[in-house]
């Protein structure tokens, strides 16, 4: 299986900037997805990473590096809205392409 | 543009009895995949279907869950003698199989076991 890491919880101001480190270990990686998901909702797609670098939508980033296992998403100008929980999850081939979703990080903007 | 729905929304019941679950995917989708989700916990795998072909079933699902996707449109998944344990937000999402292949979630079913 999977092993994908990611803290549990961060609390951020408004207007400032928060990063979200995630780590997996995989034997056929096959891309990286970021979800956001608010309190008693879906998850919605944020991004989508499978070559290294930094993929930019908006106020949110998204990094890959493969050969360390790590992603990151960036969320810049923090708005009370952000207030989520975001979802870090893996695709493997050898595991016929499914996801593997971490258990989330809950992120709190104060004002 | 019509997103994944699902229905119902919210379930209670009681031990022991049965529900069923809906899900209607986004219509060009071709996969289908159900998850359940606790508290403080991600999406966790139940079961996934391309086409009306039920590909995978995850070791974790007991007998008690069955799904179908019967013209590889919407799905249906069934608990028989639900259980405390049971309770969950079970969540669906589509997606169409190619290279980058983005699944798209449902607002989910919240079930409460009583």
């Known amino acids: 299986g999977q092993n994908i890491d990611q803290p549990t919880e961060m609390t951020a101001t408004e207007g400032a900037i928060v990063q979200i480190n995630c780590t997996y270990q995989?034997?056929?990686?096959?891309?990286l997805f970021w979800y956001q998901q608010h309190a008693g909702e879906a998850p919605t797609f944020l991004s989508y990473n499978v070559l290294d670098g930094l993929e930019e939508k908006g106020r949110f980033s998204s990094f890959l590096s493969r050969s360390k296992g790590y992603s990151y998403l960036l969320l810049k100008e923090l708005q009370m809205k952000d207030s989520a929980s975001y979802l870090c999850a893996v695709r493997d081939r050898s595991n016929d392409y499914k996801l593997s979703f971490g258990a989330g990080t809950t992120v709190t903007v104060r004002a | 543009d019509t997103g994944v729905s699902q229905d119902p929304r919210h379930k209670i019941t009681k031990r022991g009895q049965n529900v069923t679950f809906r899900c209607d995917p986004i219509s060009e989708h071709n996969r289908l995949y159900w998850y359940r989700q606790t508290l403080g916990q991600g999406p966790e795998f139940l079961t996934y279907?391309?086409?009306?072909?039920?590909?995978?079933k995850s070791r974790l699902l007991s007998d008690r869950f069955s799904a179908e996707r019967p013209k590889g449109s919407f799905s249906t998944l069934e608990i028989q003698r639900t259980e405390q344990g049971d309770s969950a937000m079970y969540l669906c999402?589509?997606?169409?199989?190619?290279?980058?292949?983005?699944?798209?979630f449902g607002p989910g079913t919240r079930l409460l076991v009583l």
């Open positions: 279907f391309q086409n009306e072909a039920q590909l995978e």
């Open positions: 999402a589509s997606s169409f199989y190619s290279g980058q292949e983005t699944q798209y």
């Open positions: 995989t034997s056929g990686f096959n891309g």
